[in-house]
């Protein structure tokens, strides 16, 4: 069911009109999933969708209902009857190659839930800096890799990220100074269709190029992204993050980083 959702989410995303080119566009991705879902599990999930369409009525009285407009319960009730004209047109045929063999239990292909994945991101970031009553800025690129656990739809996840780039100095704006950031992430991730959501947590440092003695401290972040359809082992996505990052004093002053930018990543899930 859960794939399902996320499948025909995503081509209603991509605009739309014509229902047999659609369908014919997501019956490879849904075969997929339903062939390694058991006989039982497809009836169970095809009663439900049966259930959820008489509960969210016909879309086209719905619409009509509506004076011609299309309302929230329009959507939901052409989301339900897609889902179901999806599933039966799989169920349907005998599409299955005779090597996929279905397995109770299965937990969907289009998620990573109850499953260990490595996940590799990447991101430009523009951060601010704020030290002893001055203020600078300054981007740079940044790269991390995770290994996690997702329990249901709540991924937990740690691993490295090194981050860098040059940063205005603050007795000079003409000239910049590079800044090193070696981090321990501690992520959450949290999944809802094709939406993700993540706070995070970790231990940062920071070195200098002038001055190469590391300063540490602590983080706090958030981000928000949009997950697309798996690609054999790989599930990618897209995001934003933001991360506000305390350093202790010690050889320097106690510091305030602000740090956000785009977010890119893959999550390998064999």
């Known amino acids: 069911m859960a794939d399902l959702d996320r499948i025909v989410a995503t081509e209603e995303a991509n605009g739309w009109f014509l229902d047999r080119t659609h369908f014919d566009a997501m019956h490879p991705v849904i075969v997929q999933t339903v062939c390694r879902a058991t006989l039982e599990a497809r009836r169970t999930a095809h009663a439900m969708l049966v259930a959820d369409g008489v509960r969210f009525g016909n879309p086209r009285e719905r619409f009509d209902a509506a004076g011609g407009t299309m309302t929230s319960d329009v959507e939901r009730a052409l989301h339900t009857q897609r889902m179901r004209i999806a599933l039966e047109r799989a169920m349907q045929g005998d599409d299955c ?29 523009v951060y601010m800096r704020y030290a002893a009553e001055r203020f600078t800025v300054g981007v740079g690129p940044s790269i991390r890799l995770l290994a996690g656990y997702t329990f249901g739809h709540v991924a937990v996840l740690a691993g490295a990220e090194f981050s860098g780039g040059p940063m205005l100095k603050e007795d000079d704006g003409s000239r910049f100074v590079l800044n090193y950031f070696p981090v321990v992430p501690v992520v959450v991730r949290f999944r809802d269709g094709n939406w993700i959501y993540t706070i995070e947590s970790g231990v940062v440092s920071l070195l200098q190029g002038d001055n190469t003695s590391l300063s540490f401290g602590v983080r706090a972040g958030f981000g928000i992204g949009l997950v697309a359809l798996r690609t054999r082992f790989f599930i990618p996505w897209a995001g934003i993050a933001t991360f506000a990052e305390h350093y202790f004093h010690g050889t320097r002053p106690a510091t305030e980083f602000l740090r956000g930018g785009l977010r890119i990543g893959i999550i390998y899930d064999p």
């Not at 005779?98 to 260990?116: E, L, M, T």
């Open 97 to 125: 190659p005779f090597w996929v063999k279905p397995q109770r239990g299965y937990d969907g292909r289009q998620s990573d839930r109850n499953r260990i994945t490595l996940n590799l991101e990447t991101g430009g970031l």
